[in-house]
């Protein structure tokens, strides 16, 4: 019988690291690492959507998985991130096994000697900072199409390689938080639910956004809205997605210089909208991931309620 490539490293399941094998897909298990009861895998294919580049993602796969498919919840990372940021900081493995959920960790951003980015490098634009959109400036359109690869191609090649169910929802952080949000909103037959971390929720209005939107989308704000989760929420007529947001009253991006995140844009739109969502704002809590570790075990149950319903 044909072997599933999630079969290729049952038997290695409990070593911190595991040789690289390569199947007939083309998928390549970079490590797998036992951790609470299941195994988490970095996997490397070559992705269309980012220019023919190989892309690395990070799977978390309980041990239920060994004898029935489980639904996932897709995480997005923010700035400068990769795969492992939140796989190394957020702790989120225990409560993904307790909510008998699959975890599955995107790149930011398409890497590679051939990908395009500004020179000198800045840690807003670029590498490790794709936005989740597709580009359409002659320059970046080839390689930064983050968003029909989260959308369509991962999921594809997720579902075709690994034991889980077509039941997704989406979650992430700052500008992750809008990739879920936004990537949520225009796809609702996708997602069972969206959750977000301090998200970047209203980007045409702040510098991150202006600045990466011009870059990758030229200079027709019309086109920006698409990507924008204020924007879009304001026209939503979708299912109720159950969102669920928070974010911290001491992130130095809401209180510092400038209010990167936009909140109460987002909220007050939603408000506008009649477009149910939940958004909690907590006491003391900064941008980082001790912040996340501390709410990701709700997320998880948030999303699994939805998902196993």
Known sequence: PKRRSSDLLTKSQGSQTARAATDMS????????????GVLKRVEFTSQCL?????????YLPDTTETKKLPVVYWLSGLTCTDENFSQKAGAFQAACDNQVVLVMPDTSPRG????????????FGIGAGFYLNATTEKYRKHYN????????????VESNFPVTQKRA??????????????????PERYTSVSAFAPICNPMA??????????YLGDNKETWK????????KSYKGKDLHLLCDCGTADNFLVGDVNQLQPLAFIDAALGAKVPL?????????????????FIGEHLAHHARFLHA
């Open 26 to 37: 083309g998928l390549t298990i970079k490590s797998a690492v036992r951790v609470a009861q």
């Open 51 to 59: 220019g023919g580049t190989s892309t690395i993602f990070a799977a």
């Open 113 to 124: 000697d051939d990908v395009p980015d500004e020179d000198p490098h800045t840690y807003d």
């Open 146 to 157: 983050m968003y029909d690869f989260v959308v369509k191609e991962l999921p594809d090649f």
């Open 170 to 187: 989406i979650c992430g952080h700052s500008m992750g938080g809008h990739g879920a949000l936004t990537i949520g909103l225009k796809n």
């Open 206 to 215: 702040v510098p991150w956004g202006t600045k990466a939107f011009g870059f």
């Open 226 to 233: 698409q990507y924008d989760a204020t924007e879009l929420i």
């Open 278 to 294: 939940t958004f909690r704002m907590q006491a003391g809590y900064d941008h980082s991931y001790y912040f996340m570790s501390t």
